[in-house]
């Protein structure tokens, strides 16, 4: 697809199957109604967008995730930067032994939030700072995944729902970080089950996806047991073939924005030892059908 050359910045896809550049942007501005336009086109068409070299304050992503809806306050809050509670602390440093922030969001594929009601429109991640090794973030995009899936199981899922819950990885998780705190009554209460179909359609482009994941998806509605788990291993497994992959490695100042209709992510990790941080924003979707 032709790099859309506006006289104020550059949309460039990449020669892969999701994401874009944007280059020549700058978001502590507020964009005008024509820009926001471009800029909400393209999230809509590429799925992933890296706005490329982004000095902005938390509150400035705050004010650019809220002009595409309301934000989503994640369950943990011990984690939310503590002038910003919109924003959500991605990291995996600590200081006198006490983590500064998330450091295993993203260990499994997901899309954000599929646990709630309402899961998320889209999340904004804006680099703070960045290993030497490793680090990247991939997304896989769900509508490929629907529009590619074998026959045998477009029929195994036709009609089908599936439960996601907040705590299908959470004991496994907390065994190995130091992330994950028990949970009270009133936060295991926020984050009760949901239930939605297999196959979603996205709100403003119409196009089908994939919507199942390997870290809140715990269970095909209607099916027994083993059924149930097979049929979605073989649905995660499929979900995320390299092909339907992007990449991202980070630089300086990235700012990525994607669109939790359309794809999954995962973080890969980093050695321990080497300091990663970075603010999230989680923008409120709609209930999915
Ligand atoms: C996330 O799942 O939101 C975090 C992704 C990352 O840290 O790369």
New binding site residues.
Partial sequence: MAAVLDTRFDIQPFDLPLGAAITGLDLSVPLSREDFALIHRAHLDHHVLVFRDQHITPAQQVAFSRRFGPLQIHVLRQFQLPAQPEVLI?SNIKENGQPLGLGD??HFW?S?LSYKAVPSLG?M?HAQELPRDG?D?LFANQHLAWDRLPGYLRRAIDGRSAEHSYLAKYAELQKRSPWRPDLTRAQIDEVLPAVHPIVRTHPETGRRALFVSEHFTTRVIGLPDSESRALLDDLFAYSTRHDFIYRHQWQAHDMVFWDNRSVM?L?AGCPDHQRRM?Y?TTIEGNAPF
């Fill in positions: 991605i969001a993203g997901h954000d999340s991640l680090g973030t992510h973080a970075l999230r």
